[in-house]
């Protein structure tokens, strides 16, 4: 591989290797760790503000009356990190404290497959077959959330982990399908070149809205959206998975279902909206790498605001009922919609810029 | 005209139209409260309500009306009130029983009030006194004549809720004092002047009968 | 947790059941989210339950005994907490029940204003349940609209009786507040603004096809199960038993005003919720109607001659209005009330209260205390439905059940 960075775009050493260096710098930075921290931040007090519009009262706002409480969350923040972790006696130690923090690095993992510009020089991986890629990594990280559950040691957990291994069984084939319907509406599994296709304006989601569809509804099951948050639903199970976590821990797993819900919108946001699609990259660092990540950001994060706002709509399914949607409603449409991408793939709806080059 | 039975089905449409419409109208109903939210929280302590003379708040003594007759403390549900041979000031003989107050019991449901048979007891519109510590809550025979400090109502903005069709309660700034029944107030919203006033004013005045007659003609 | 087998102590009065194998114990206890004041020990095999065991008593106060001592007027307050919500219903068959043994008969102005605030209170208690359905089921709004909504009738009933939630409005002969002024025309809008949300409960909660689909067919009582069971109050209208206090044994002012009595057929959690959205909506028209009598009749009537004849007449002042710092429309007690002494004699009484229907035995030898009152509250005949109705379902179905019976612990406990 060329040495792709000239060296005064992103610095000498430690800036080029490490900080700047585009898999560390997309796994921890942005849109990684730190940006899906401060979404997460944002989307939390987002998702109360809203809810509390619904619901006829006013959400955060003792705190900072002025911006609306919007400080409520580094304080709850602060909250959780002064708060003494309490650790059971009967609960299995390794598998309590790892499994946590190893979903939340297995959940980052699918951004290192995805690109937020079209220089190459800022790519973290190479980006051939970066779709099939992201999509396989996402579907790493509901393993730990039922070792959390087995850990703990508890009725309740237990029974939140045997749900959430059922969801995924229900989610997972839709996911996969309907994110690959672009493939086949596109015939290229390159996300660069199919945000490049819906530059003009054709976004994904407008030609194929069943696919979008399909995604949003797996997206919501997955990562205990209303109408599905069935593995922590509280009246029935208390906190499912995540009784027994207190604290930071119990912080970094209701981080762990937002950095998911993050991930998964980032990768809606390129296949389906178009990713950075009006803005053209430039070169260097700034406008090249920066201000596409933040546009993919922003629609990303209006995916979440849309899912933050169900929550005032719908109240919680029930597993089996949840399960019946999966397959009998939500897989055939998600082959549907991938029919629709191959009928758009017959007409040429997409035949330009090379797309079409697809390594046959 | 007794009651009729009338028997009823719970609403039903065709599935696929019950699932679209169903959702549809949900989030239809969702995106618009979300536009045009109706909320009436009372932003305790930055506001507090003005309640109406009738609430049935903490209860103060007037002395020179009671007869000690003792139906209130015999009345009291939960023996909150007692009676006691106590004198007005200190160094003078006392004459009769009087009633003091244990705010620790009372439940404040007016039973006290409403025999009084000279109208010595009476309701102030406010609920909300903290103290300290449990002893201050058993008040004595001097306290008992006083209307407790109302703190909230030094640093709050008081308001008043008026029903209202489309929003049910709103919130407006209370007003001193209040319009006419149109404004939608209740009538019995008028800040009566205080009884400590109006015995002043009967005492600077025509001289008091008889307390049972007398009662307090403004 | 012992099982067959193992070395348990044995205890007196402690009861071992060994647990069959495959049976996995769950027990929604007093501090779970999802349980109120009681533990439902529920046994489950895989997610359908299989035995559901309500473990109750929780907030027992003992209120029968203890109303022993007490004299007869002060026991209003004592009964009165055992159902916040409907207050003046469950206080109301105690009054009329030592109103019999008084031989006393309250006036119809007294009838009318005793109506009106059962009504507020049943539509306060209603919407109550439905708050705590909707948060079982998951769906805060309906939480939130429905306590929110609530408050418009708990300002109602301040208004009309001066407390928010412990009104102790009957008395024996009578009741203790008139209407004020323009009371009628805060009915009316209240009225006016719970029948639109009604509809917009309907919209996202009971035709919304998430809730929808948890409910419907859900805890299916059939017509000769709640017959045998014994509920009481809405869930047995809800399985098509044609039964209400107010219709069987007219009460106060019922049977003056039109109203209808609603009935559903299927039995399942959905005509429960409906069932009571309905009977909402029958209570606003009550309340619509009393006031309508109250407001073009005289005010003269609101407590019996025995009780007011012998009244000073500082106490039509403060009727009156002409005593400042008392309010208005307050019906004063004559010392009488303090020392009362009741015929000897036994009575019973009942009335609807929106649980259920609550009855109430009392007896009496002569003395300023009760000799005994015993209460059967909605609640207490409600609750062996959770023994029998939920085992075949889901796990996730308890709270559907639970929410959509409207139980309410204290009132069982008392």
Redesign the interface.
Known sequence: MVDMVTPYEIGHGILRYIIFYPPVYQFVIIPGLIAALVVAIFIIWFERK?A???Q???GP??ISPRTGGATQLIADLIRYSFQEIIVPRTVDAVIYFAAPVAAVILSLLPLDAMPLTTNPAFWPIPMDYSLLLAVALMTLSPIFVMAMAWASNNKFSVIGGVRESFIVTAYELVAVLSMLSVAAAMSTYNLVDIVQAQSSGLWFGLLDPLAFLTAFIATLMTTSGFPFEIPDSESEIVAGPYTEYTGLMYGLDMGAAYIKRWVFSVLMALIFLGGWAPYVPGPGFVLGYLVPSLIVSVKALVIMAIMS?LR???GRYRIDQALGIGWEILVPLALAAIGIGFAEAYFHVYAYMGVMALAS | ???????????KRGILG??IS??V???V??VK??LD?????L?YPHEYIKL?????GFIVLIYDKCIG?G?CA????TRAMRMLFLPQKEGERAKKKYPVINYNRC?????CV??????AL??VPYHDIVYYNMNDLILTLDEFQKEPEYATAKEGIPVR?I???????VKVKAQEPPQG?ES?A???ASP????QQ?QAAQKQGESTSKP??G???? | MGTEGSQVQSLPGMQVHPLKKNLYEVAIGPAHPGSGHMRILVRVEGDVMVEVDPDIGFVHRTMEKLSEG??W??????FERMAILDACNVTLPYVEAVEKLLDVDPPERAKYLRTLLCEINRVASHLYGFGIFGVFLGHS?LYMWAF??R??FV??A??LT??RL?H?YPMFGGV??DM???FG??VR??A??MRR?LD?Y???FL????I?SRLEGVGVVSKSRAVELGLAGPNVRASGV?Y?V??AE?YEA?????????????GDS??RA?QRV?EIKQSLSIMEQAVDWLEKHPREGFVHEKFWKTA???YK??YA???????????????L???LKVPAGRSFARTESAHGEITYYVESDGKDVPYRVRLVSGSYRNVIAFKYVMPGHRLADLPAIYGSFDYFPPEWDR
């Not at chain 2, 439940?107 to 039973?111: A, P, S, V």
Request: with cysteine; proline share 10%; aromatic share 12%.
């Open positions: 809203a509390a519009r619904v006829m009262r006013y706002y003792e706002f005032a709509v719908y | 005209m007794p009651a009729k039975i009338e028997v009823k089905e719970s609403p019950r699932i169903g959702n109208g949900a989030l109903l969702g409260y979300f939210p109706n909320r009436f929280t932003m109406n003379t009738g609430y049935r007759c139906s015999r009345i009291c549900p439940i404040f449901c007016g039973y409403d025999i009084c048979p000279t109208e009476y309701h809720y029903f209202d069709e489309r929003r049910g309660l029944p939608g209740a009538p019995t009566a002047p205080a009884p109006a049972s007659e009662g307090g003609s403004a | 007490r004299d007027m002060k026991n209003i307050p004592l709004t929110g909504d408050e418009v300002e109602l301040e208004r001066g407390a412990t102790t203790r507040r004020p002024d323009d025309q805060h809008k209240a006016a603004y949300r917009e309907a919209k996202i035709l919304n096809p998430n929808r044609r209400d107010r219709l007219p019922y049977d003056r005003v039109d109203f209808e009595i609603p009935i559903y057929e299927e959905l005509a409906w309905e000073p007449p500082i002042k403060v209005g002409e005593v400042p710092y008392a309010g208005k429309y307050r019906v004063k007690m004559i010392p009330y303090a020392s």
